[in-house]
């Protein structure tokens, strides 16, 4: 009887073998990304606050897989989320799933995902960013106050294969009526532009469909890209996004920028903003010295100055392909109407609420980090 059970142990595991071989084991992934910050910052019209804070900036973990299906297609899936915070306990940044999604992949003719994801037009602003999810990320000022830097639920995205350095990608998010859905950032309106924060909604029944098309030949990558935000209602406007992005490489020597252009922000007629930046990074053996400066007008027409800008220089050390220390320092001014833009947020990749906010018309906001991020 064992012999008889053992032959068909061999047997189920000699069938089952090859299309075990087929699935990839899972892989598991993160960023471990902490930070001392020390701040200063007009808290409101006679009071300045300094406040020194640990920080876990968007840590994350994440699973991802695939199989192979056969003629060079393979099904894919990904389940990421900011699952702890190690400076207080919490469940982690926004308490909220990252990019996962389920969908099919194949060198021919690209990537379909389904589920929930970055925009298109949010990934051309995190390419050529000098300080992501750090102190002085241009996400602070971009998109609006990160209107247009979200991550969308209930989508569907198509990114393209490589046709020679270019690559498209399209995004269309469907509604759930009557619902609200959680995203990066928070609705703003045309006389109170958002301050960016990760907690924020955007009700689902306002469709978004966003794309952009990029080119990367050797040193160059160069991003183009647009969103619209489809309100339901007959008395609101479309709003919508057009940004323009480029990075080039001159040896040790990394230069950026970004120009947008935003239209009938949340829906409102005539309530347009500019935003612009340029950044640098210079590579030193293990250390690259960065900076970088963004800045956006007032919206529309009102009389109101209601604009803003961000600077901020720092060094990374490497001291391998996935541990990175740095030090950061960055200061944000506003125009005299406006209390909206400071030096970090959550969504500038700062998962707290205790960072001192500007309650000060015109006031500003500057700190100094130091910060360790540990990929693995």
Do not use: C
């Amino acid at each position: 009887m064992n012999k008889k059970l053992l032959i068909a142990a061999v047997g189920a595991a000699l069938v089952a073998g090859p299309m075990m071989a087929a699935q990839a084991a899972p892989t598991v992934y993160g960023s471990f990304h902490m930070s001392l910050d020390r701040y200063d910052v007009d808290s409101s019209a006679t009071v300045t606050t300094e406040r020194g804070l640990v920080n876990s900036n968007s840590s994350r973990f994440g699973i991802k897989g695939d199989e192979d299906l056969g003629g060079g297609l393979k099904s894919i899936y990904q389940v990421e989320g900011g699952v702890f915070a190690a400076d207080d306990g919490t469940s982690g940044f926004g308490n909220t799933l990252r990019n996962t999604y389920l969908g099919f992949t194949s060198s021919s003719w690209g990537t379909v995902k389904l589920g929930r994801h970055d925009t298109p037009i949010k990934d051309l602003g995190r390419a050529i960013d000098q300080f992501n999810e750090q102190i002085g990320d241009a996400r602070n000022i971009t998109g609006n106050g990160g209107t247009f830097d979200a991550r969308v639920n209930n989508m569907l995205r198509y990114d393209s294969a490589d046709f020679g350095g270019i690559r498209f990608a399209l995004l269309y998010n469907t509604p759930e009526a009557r619902n609200t859905q959680t995203i990066s950032t928070t609705a703003s309106t045309a006389s109170s532009p958002s301050t960016g924060t990760s907690t924020g909604t955007l009700a689902d029944n306002v469709r978004t469909m966003s794309g952009n098309v990029t080119f990367t030949q050797g040193p160059l990558y160069v991003g183009l890209g647009y969103e619209k935000q489809m309100y339901p209602s007959s008395a609101k406007k479309d709003a919508t996004d057009m940004r323009l992005v480029g990075k080039y490489s001159m040896g040790d020597l990394i230069l950026s920028a970004l120009y947008e252009t935003m239209s009938d922000l949340a829906g409102t007629s005539g309530a347009d903003r500019k935003a612009w930046g340029l950044g640098a990074g210079f590579k030193m053996a293990n250390n690259t010295l960065k900076l970088q400066y963004y800045t956006t007008d007032k919206v529309g027409a009102q009389t109101t100055e209601n604009g803003g800008n961000i600077m901020a220089l720092g060094v990374d050390h490497s001291f391998s392909k996935t541990t990175v220390a740095y030090f950061n320092y960055a200061t944000a001014s506003n125009d005299g109407g406006t209390t909206a833009f400071n030096v970090s947020s959550s969504n500038g990749g700062h998962g707290t609420t205790n960072v001192p906010t500007v309650g000060k018309a015109g006031g500003d906001g500057k700190a100094y980090s130091f910060g360790t991020i540990i990929k693995f």
